[in-house]
């Protein structure tokens, strides 16, 4: 059973830095695209920033303070997320499409307190 996993969410003061993961198991990303996602109470499911191997993209809210890699031996993406705001305050998910199948991550809470 395929499944993404995400993980390193909390709560941060703002200023503060977190890095999120986006675990693959039973597949592999096999050097796809996996992209971030985030969701805050109330409002729509917003995109935050795309990893194609070799190339990344960013929305303009995130960009220069948020960072993607990934580790392949793991199977996992990161994002990497500095200088934090209220504002990025959402349910981060990750997204990947393998083998033609579209795939959600469940999720990881992110909190910044001002």
């Known amino acids: 059973q395929v499944q993404l996993v995400e993980s390193g969410g909390g709560l941060v003061q703002a200023g503060g830095s977190l890095r999120l993961s986006c675990a693959a198991s039973?597949?592999?990303?096999?050097?796809?695209?996996v992209a971030w996602y985030r969701q805050a109470p109330g409002k729509q499911r917003e995109w935050v920033a795309t990893d194609s191997s070799g190339s990344t993209n960013y929305d303009r809210s995130v960009k220069g303070r948020f960072t993607t890699s990934r580790d392949n031996d793991k199977n996992t993406v990161y994002l990497q997320m500095n200088s934090l705001k209220p504002e990025d305050t959402a349910t981060y998910l990750c997204f990947s499409i393998i083998r033609g199948t579209t795939y959600w991550g469940q999720g990881t809470q992110v909190t910044v307190s001002s």
């Open positions: 039973g597949t592999t990303f096999s050097g796809g695209t």
